[in-house]
């Protein structure tokens, strides 16, 4: 069981948005904002897709978005498209049991 | 433009040894954190360990202290993983990646690995 709570699947036709949530607790997302979002098509190696809750690193599409509220961390994906289609981890930063960084189950985003 | 490229698939037999390696280039290797992430087969991610070249200072997740040993060359760039003991739970998809740091309880702890090599294929079995 991984310590942060993601649905194990959600899916949206081209053009449309979709949300990804992680759930964790006070010891990790509700009181840092050091969650990250990963993006791992089959077979690939993953790719950072936000980091600090709602960061883009260069080169990545503003159509992904991050936000936090409370214990929950969401990542946006609005204009869907067929490449979004993939695995995505969130982690986060947690001081539960010691400090350390935990990531969750992935959810897998289907394309229709 | 940063690239890891990371060396090629591993089959092993338990209690055999093993190092695994990652060439890093396009940034400055010294000066930047370099880990490495487990994936068991169709699970997630997991941290395994962190090393900062310039002065080899390393950081181990809990679950992984005293099961691996990460360490850095600066004279070629590369940072390495190794097994003394292989299990068959060690077969996983192995990659390396770098890291951003948050320092906490004395040691530092990967908040983001930004970017990552094309993995390593570890097989153990008898």
């Known amino acids: 069981q991984s310590a942060l709570t993601q649905p194990a699947s959600v899916s949206g036709s081209p053009g449309q948005s979709v949300t990804i949530s992680c759930t964790g607790t006070?010891?990790?997302?509700?009181?840092?904002?050091?969650v990250s979002w990963y993006q791992q098509h089959p077979g690939k190696a993953p790719k950072l897709m936000i980091y600090d809750v709602s960061k883009r690193p260069s080169g990545v599409s503003n159509r992904f978005s991050g936000s936090k509220s409370g214990n929950t961390a969401s990542l946006s994906i609005s204009g869907l498209q067929p490449e979004d289609e993939a695995e995505y981890y969130c982690?986060?930063?947690?001081?539960?049991?010691?400090?350390?960084?935990?990531f969750g189950g992935g959810t897998k985003l289907t394309v229709l | 433009e940063v690239q890891l490229v990371q060396s090629g698939a591993e089959v092993k037999k338990p209690g055999e040894s093993l190092k695994i390696s990652c060439k890093a280039s396009g940034y400055s290797f010294t000066n930047s954190w370099i880990g490495w992430v487990r994936q068991m087969p169709g699970k997630g991610l997991e941290w395994v360990a962190i090393v900062y070249p310039g002065d080899s200072d390393t950081s181990y997740s809990p679950s992984f202290q005293g099961q691996v040993t990460i360490s850095a060359d600066t004279s070629i760039s590369t940072a390495y993983l190794q097994w003394s003991s292989l299990k068959a739970s060690d077969s996983a998809m192995y990659y390396c990646a770098t890291a951003r740091t948050h320092y906490a309880g004395g040691r530092y702890i990967p908040i983001s690995f930004d970017d990552w090599g094309q993995g390593t294929l570890v097989t153990v079995s008898s």
């Open positions: 006070s010891s990790d997302v509700g009181d840092y904002n050091l």
């Open positions: 982690s986060s930063y947690t001081t539960s049991n010691t400090f350390h960084v935990v």
